[in-house]
C-alpha cells in the first residue's frame, strides 16, 4: 500500500500511472488513499480524487471498487460538505448512463454495418456457422457482448446509490432522484425483475427507517419534505408498475402509498389522489373486480369534481358515465351467499381491506356485503347526484336494467343504447390523471348483466320455454354462452332453472327442494304404518314373559349379587386409585411450589440486578445530559456572540435548548447570510452588467473607425510585400540558371567516377557471394557427418543395450535354475533327515519297550536269557581287572552282541554256550541295587546300581545316562 504525504500526490501518480495504460494500478491507488484513515480531514482535492477514481471505475466497470469509495467519502464529507457527496453521485450516475446509451448506440451501428456488409448474399458464411453455433441472431449476441455489461454495471449503480443515500436526510432528493432513473431504466428497457427488485429494495429501506429510529441521519417521516418524496417515489413506482402490465407490483405498490399515509396521519395532494384512483381502477379492471373498480371510480369522480376546476361540462360528463357504468358492470349477485363460514370470514376481511385502500372507513364489527354492494352503490350515486351528469343513453340503460320489467323486449331495447355507448368516449385534457376514457371496454360485462336482468325476469314468468326462443331474446351471445352464465347464476341462487337438452327446453322455477320433499313425504308415511300395522296386529308375548322368567330369577338374582360385589370390590379399588392419585396430585403441586418460589426469586433478584443496571445507564444518560447540556450552551454563546454583531439575538427557551436545536439556528443563518450576500451579488451582476453595455456602446464607434484605418494599412503593407516577393524570386531563378551551367561542365568526369564504383562494387559482391557459399557447403558436409556419427552412435548404444539385457535375462534364468536346485536338494535332504529322525525314534522305542520288559522280569524276579553282565561286577576305573578275565567278558560281549556291535539271540548264537551267571545279590526289593561283595564305585559315579545296557556296553565304564554312543549310531 502506498503512503503519499498529500492527497495531490496520490492525485498526480493516478494520472501517471493513466498516461501510461496502467489504470488499475491508478485504480488501486486512489482507493488505498480514499480507504485509508490518514486522510479523513475533506478537503476539496478529495472531491477531485473522487471524480478521478469514479471515471477509472466506470471505465473498467468496478461496482464493488465504486461502491467502497463512495461509502469511505459518505464518512468523510457527511458532517462537512454534504453537497460534494451529492455532485460526486451525480457525476457517477451520468458517466454510467453515457457509457450504457453509447454501449447501445455502438451495437446499433455494428448491427447496421453487419446488414449491409455484402450487397449479394443476405449472411456471411462466418454469420451463420456462429448463428447455427449459438442459437442467437446477430443483434442478439451484439447485444449479449456489448450492451449487457453495461446495462448490468447501470442497474448495479443504481442499487449502489439507493443503498448509500437510504439512511440520509441531507440528500433525500437525490435519493428519489436516483429512484426516478432507476425506474425510467426498468420502463424504457422493458427490465420487469429489476423493476421487482428495485421495488422491494425501497420497500424494505423504508421497513428498516421504521424499525432502527435511532440512527443519527436517519429522515423524518413527519417532515412535509420527506414526505413528499417518498410519497413521489411511491407514485412514480406505481406509474411504472402499470405501464410495464406488472398489476401485483402496482397492487403492491398502492398498499405501500396506503401503509405511508397511515404512517404519517397525513393525506397526499388532491392531484397525487387522483393519480392513485385512476390506477387503482385500472388493476382492479384487469383482476375483473368490478365491484371495487366502481368504488374507485365513484371516489376518483367525487375528487375531480371538487377540487379540479378546469373539468369542463364533456369531462365530467364522460367520468360520471364511467361510474355509473362501472357499477352496472359488477354482477347482481352475491358472489358468497353459498360460500362457507371460513370463506365468508376470509372475503369480510378482503373487503375490509380493499375498502381501506380505496379511502371508505367502515367499521369491521358491520356486515360489509350488506353495507358495500353493488344495489349500495348504485343508491349513493343517485342520492349524490351522480345521475344528473351521465349521458342520456347511459342513464336510459340504467333504467332499463335496474327499474324496468320487460322479460320479453329488455335484450331488444338494450343492444342499440349498447351501440351508441360503445362510440362514446374521448381525452380528457383537464384532468390529468385520467388522460382517456372509453366506455366501449364496459359492453362485455353490460352483455352480460343484461343478459342475467332478462333469465331473471323471464324466470318469474314462464315455466318452460324453448331454447330456440331464448336464443332469439339474447342477441348478444350464442346459447352456450347463456348457458355458461346461467350456471353461475344457478350457483349463486339468482335463478333456478333447468336446461333439457333432449327436448330442447328449458324450465324455470324452484327444482332444488323436490327431491327433499319426496325424502321426508315416503319417511313420514312409512312411520304411519308403522302405527296401523301395531295397532291392528298387537304384540302377544307381553303375557307369556313372566312365566318364562321365574324359573331363572334365583339364577338371575346369584349374578346381579355377584356383580353388585364385584361393582363394591370396583369402587373401592377406584377409590384407592383417586386417593393415591390426590396425594401424587398433592405432591406435584407442593413441587410446583416450591419450583414456582425459586423461579420467583430467581426473577426478583434479575429484577433487582435489572433495576440496578437501569439506574446505572440513566445515571450515565443524565451525566450525558448534562455534558451536552453544558457544550450547547457554550454553541449558544458562541452563536450569540455571533448573532449579537448585528444587533440580532436568535429566540431561545431557556431549559430547552439542545444541540441539535443550536445547529439548526446555525444553520439557518448562514442561509440567511448566504442569501442576503446572492442578493448583494444579483445588485452587483446587475450594476456591472449596466456598465458594461454603456462601456460597449461608447466604444463601437471608434472600433469601427480603428478597424478602417487598420484595414488600409494592410493593404499597403500587402502590396509592398508581395512586390518584394517577385523580385526575390526573379533573382533566385537567374542564381539558379547560372549554377546550372556550371554543374553541367562535371557531367562526364562524374559519370566515369560513378562507373567505376559500380564495378568495384560488384566485383566485391562477387567475391562475398563465392566465399558464402563456401561456408553454406562447408556447413552442410559437417552437419551430414554430424548426423552420421549420431547416427552411429545411437546404433551402437541401441545394440549394447539390447547385449546387456540380453546377459541380465540370461543370469535372471540361471539365478532361477539355481533358486530351484537348491530348494530341491534342500527338500531331498530335509526328506533323508526325517526319514533318518523316523528310523531312530522307531529304534528308540524297541529300545526302550525292550527295557521296559526287562525291568519287569527283574522286579518279578524271573530269569531272563543271556542277561548282561551286572555294572557292579565290572572293574572301575582305578581298579585292574583280574587275570584271565578281560578275554572272557570281551568274548561274552562279542557272543552276545552278535560281533557286529548288534543284540542277537540266543539260539542264533555260533559260539559255544557259556554257563549262565549267577544272578546278583539283593539284600532286599528296593535296595540301592549294589550287592555286598561289589567293589566301590562299581555302580559308576553316582555310586548307585544301573542295568545292563542302561550305561555304556561291555568293558566301557561310562557312568553315563540312556542316551549312549552305542545307540546314537
Not at 364533456?314 to 362457507?340: E, F, G, N, R, W
Not at 318469474?460 to 331474446?473: C, G
Not at 458562541?638 to 448585528?646: A, E
Not at 561542365?745 to 562477387?766: G, I, L, P, W, Y
Amino acid at each position: 500500500m502506498a503512503t503519499f504525504a498529500k492527497p495531490e500526490n496520490a492525485l498526480k501518480r493516478a494520472e501517471e500511472l493513466i498516461n501510461v495504460g496502467q489504470k488499475q494500478d491508478a485504480l488501486q491507488a486512489l482507493h488505498d488513499l480514499i480507504t485509508s484513515k490518514r486522510y479523513r480531514a475533506w478537503q476539496k482535492t478529495h472531491e477531485k480524487i473522487m471524480f478521478k477514481y469514479i471515471e477509472l471505475c466506470v471505465d473498467m466497470r468496478r461496482g464493488r471498487f465504486a461502491k467502497d469509495g463512495l461509502i469511505q467519502y459518505r464518512i468523510i464529507c457527511q458532517q462537512v460538505n454534504v453537497n460534494s457527496l451529492e455532485e460526486v453521485i451525480k457525476h457517477f450516475m451520468d458517466l454510467s448512463t453515457k457509457r450504457a446509451e453509447l454501449a447501445r448506440s455502438q451495437a446499433q451501428a455494428l448491427e447496421e454495418a453487419l446488414d449491409v456488409d455484402d450487397l449479394e448474399a443476405d449472411k456471411r458464411p462466418e454469420d451463420l456457422m456462429l448463428s447455427y453455433v449459438s442459437g442467437e441472431k446477430g443483434k442478439d449476441r451484439s447485444d449479449r457482448e456489448l450492451v449487457t455489461p453495461w446495462f448490468k454495471f447501470l442497474w448495479e449503480t443504481y442499487r449502489t446509490v439507493l443503498e448509500i443515500l437510504r439512511n440520509n436526510s441531507k440528500l433525500m432528493a437525490l435519493y428519489a432522484d436516483t429512484a426516478h432513473r432507476a425506474f425510467q431504466f426498468c420502463k424504457q428497457y422493458k427490465r420487469t425483475t429489476e423493476f421487482r427488485r428495485l421495488c422491494e429494495i425501497i420497500r424494505n429501506h423504508l421497513a428498516n427507517l421504521n424499525k432502527y429510529r435511532d440512527q443519527r441521519d436517519r429522515p423524518d417521516l413527519t417532515a412535509p419534505e420527506s414526505l413528499h418524496f417518498y410519497l413521489d417515489t411511491r407514485f412514480e413506482q406505481l406509474k411504472v408498475a402499470t405501464e410495464l402490465e406488472l398489476w401485483q407490483e402496482a397492487f403492491r405498490s398502492v398498499e405501500d402509498i396506503y401503509g405511508l399515509t397511515n404512517m404519517v396521519k397525513k393525506m397526499p395532494k388532491s392531484s397525487l389522489m387522483a393519480v392513485y384512483y385512476a390506477k387503482l381502477t385500472e388493476i382492479f379492471w384487469i383482476s375483473s373486480s368490478h365491484l371495487y373498480h366502481a368504488y374507485a371510480w365513484f371516489k376518483l369522480f367525487q375528487l375531480q369534481k371538487s377540487f379540479n376546476k378546469n373539468l369542463n361540462q364533456k369531462d365530467l360528463q364522460l367520468i360520471a358515465s364511467s361510474v355509473l357504468l362501472a357499477a352496472l358492470s359488477a354482477p347482481p349477485y352475491d358472489h358468497m351467499k353459498t360460500a362457507s363460514h371460513l370463506e365468508l370470514e376470509h372475503d369480510k376481511e378482503r373487503n375490509l381491506r380493499m375498502y381501506n385502500l380505496i379511502g371508505f372507513n367502515i367499521d369491521a364489527k358491520l356486515e360489509t356485503k350488506e353495507v358495500l354492494s353493488r344495489s349500495s352503490l348504485l343508491a349513493d350515486l343517485v342520492s349524490k347526484g351522480v345521475m344528473t351528469y351521465v349521458t342520456q343513453e347511459v342513464k336510459d340503460l340504467y333504467h332499463l336494467l335496474e327499474n324496468e320489467f320487460l322479460p320479453l323486449d329488455l335484450a331488444s331495447k338494450v343492444q342499440p343504447l349498447l351501440t351508441k355507448i360503445s362510440k362514446l368516449g374521448g381525452k380528457i385534457s383537464s384532468a390529468s390523471s385520467v388522460p382517456e376514457v372509453q366506455l366501449s371496454h364496459y359492453i362485455p360485462a353490460l352483455e352480460k348483466v343484461a343478459t342475467l336482468r332478462l333469465l331473471q325476469q323471464v324466470s318469474q314468468v314462464y315455466q318452460t320455454m324453448k331454447v330456440e326462443t331464448l336464443s332469439k331474446m339474447v342477441p348478444f351471445f350464442e346459447f352456450s354462452v347463456v348457458e355458461r352464465i346461467s350456471v353461475d347464476a344457478v350457483k349463486h341462487n339468482f335463478i333456478a332453472m333447468k336446461v333439457d337438452h333432449m327436448k330442447g327446453a328449458i324450465i324455470f322455477g324452484d327444482l332444488g327442494f323436490e327431491s327433499d320433499k319426496l325424502q321426508d313425504h315416503l319417511s313420514v308415511l312409512a312411520q304411519n304404518l308403522n302405527k296401523s300395522r301395531s295397532m291392528i296386529y298387537p304384540s302377544q308375548t307381553k303375557a307369556s314373559k313372566l312365566s318364562a322368567m321365574l324359573p331363572s330369577l334365583a339364577d338371575i338374582v346369584d349374578k346381579e349379587h355377584k356383580k353388585l360385589l364385584a361393582r363394591k370390590s370396583i369402587i373401592e379399588k377406584r377409590k384407592e386409585e383417586q386417593e393415591r392419585h390426590l396425594l401424587e396430585m398433592e405432591r406435584e403441586e407442593e413441587t410446583k411450589r416450591l419450583k414456582l418460589q425459586k423461579k420467583t426469586e430467581e426473577a426478583e433478584q434479575k429484577r433487582l440486578a435489572t433495576e440496578f443496571e437501569e439506574r446505572k445507564h440513566q445515571r450515565i444518560r443524565r451525566e450525558i445530559e448534562e455534558r451536552e447540556r453544558e457544550e450547547a450552551l457554550a454553541l449558544l454563546n458562541d452563536v450569540g456572540k455571533r448573532i449579537g454583531k448585528k444587533g440580532k439575538k436568535p429566540i431561545i427557551e431557556g431549559d430547552k435548548v439542545t444541540k441539535q436545536t443550536l445547529m439548526e439556528i446555525a444553520l439557518q443563518e448562514q442561509v440567511r447570510e448566504r442569501q442576503e450576500m446572492e442578493k448583494k451579488m444579483q445588485k452587483l451582476i446587475k450594476t456591472m452588467d449596466h456598465f458594461e453595455r454603456a462601456k460597449r456602446e461608447e466604444a463601437a464607434p471608434l472600433i469601427e473607425q480603428a478597424f478602417q484605418k487598420r484595414l488600409t494599412e494592410e493593404k499597403k503593407l500587402h502590396e509592398r510585400e508581395q512586390q518584394l516577393e517577385v523580385e526575390l524570386s526573379r533573382a533566385r531563378h537567374d542564381g539558379d540558371v547560372r549554377e546550372k551551367y556550371r554543374l553541367a561542365r562535371v557531367t562526364q568526369d562524374k559519370t566515369a567516377f560513378e562507373e567505376r564504383v559500380v564495378s568495384r562494387r560488384q566485383a566485391e559482391h562477387d567475391r562475398m557471394e563465392l566465399e558464402r557459399k563456401q561456408r553454406v557447403s562447408q556447413v552442410l558436409k559437417a552437419r551430414k557427418e554430424e548426423r552420421e556419427i549420431k547416427r552411429k552412435m545411437l546404433y551402437y548404444l541401441k545394440t549394447e543395450e539390447e547385449r546387456l539385457d540380453r546377459l541380465r535375462e540370461e543370469e535372471e534364468a540361471r539365478k532361477r535354475e539355481e533358486a530351484e536346485r537348491r530348494k530341491k536338494e534342500e527338500a531331498e535332504r530335509r526328506a533323508k533327515l526325517d526319514e533318518i529322525a523316523e528310523r531312530q525314534r522307531k529304534r528308540e522305542e524297541e529300545l526302550e519297550e525292550r527295557e521296559r520288559a526287562r525291568k519287569e522280569a527283574i522286579l518279578r524276579g524271573t530269569p531272563i536269557d543271556a542277561p548282561a553282565k551286572p555294572a557292579s561286577e565290572l572293574p572301575g576305573p582305578g581298579s585292574a581287572a583280574p587275570p584271565g578275565a578281560g578275554a572272557p567278558a570281551a568274548a561274552g560281549a562279542t557272543a552276545s552282541t552278535g560281533g557286529g556291535g548288534k543284540y542277537v539271540p540266543k539260539h542264533r548264537r555260533s559260539g559255544p554256550a557259556e554257563p549262565a551267571a549267577p544272578p546278583p545279590a539283593q539284600s532286599d526289593r528296593w535296595g540301592s541295587g549294589k550287592p555286598d561283595d561289589a567293589p566301590p564305585g562299581a555302580g559308576g559315579p553316582s555310586g548307585k546300581w544301573r542295568p545292563p545296557g542302561s550305561g555304556g556296553g561291555a568293558g566301557t565304564g561310562g557312568g553315563k545316562g540312556w542316551s549312549s554312543s552305542k545307540y546314537s549310531r
